[in-house]
């Protein structure tokens, strides 16, 4: 009797197994909204010691923001506090609190 639940539910972790693989199969193929083929990531760690306030990280941000934005050929540019959809990030984040268009943009 012992034998006969132990092949029962290793039949039932075998499937649950092969629903999951091709679950995950079908994630990895759904679209993600946009082209991924023309989309740079990348991530930027500013020291403490020069960038220590919040006002002077947000305006490194501008200014990097709009000198990408000033390559020919760049059509626009997001800045983000999270890592790219492959899931590189670590999340760290800045803010300024009295900037909360900035903060709000950028942090």
Do not use: C, W
């Not at 649950?16 to 759904?30: H, K, N, W």
């Not at 200014?63 to 999340?91: F, K, T, Y």
Request: a positive charge; zero cysteines.
């Amino acid at each position: 009797m012992l034998i006969v639940g132990e092949v029962g539910l290793s039949v039932i972790l075998s499937a649950g197994a092969g629903l999951l693989v091709q679950s995950l199969a079908r994630l990895a193929a759904t679209p993600l909204g946009f082209r991924t083929d023309h989309l740079l990531t990348a991530s930027v760690h500013l020291p403490n010691k020069r960038y220590s306030s919040s006002d002077e990280k947000v305006q490194f941000f501008h200014r990097l923001a709009e000198q990408i934005d000033s390559i020919s050929g760049v059509r626009g540019v997001s800045l983000g506090r999270l890592g790219s959809p492959a899931g590189h990030g670590r999340g760290r984040g800045f803010g300024a609190p009295d900037d909360t268009a900035a903060a709000g943009r950028f942090g």
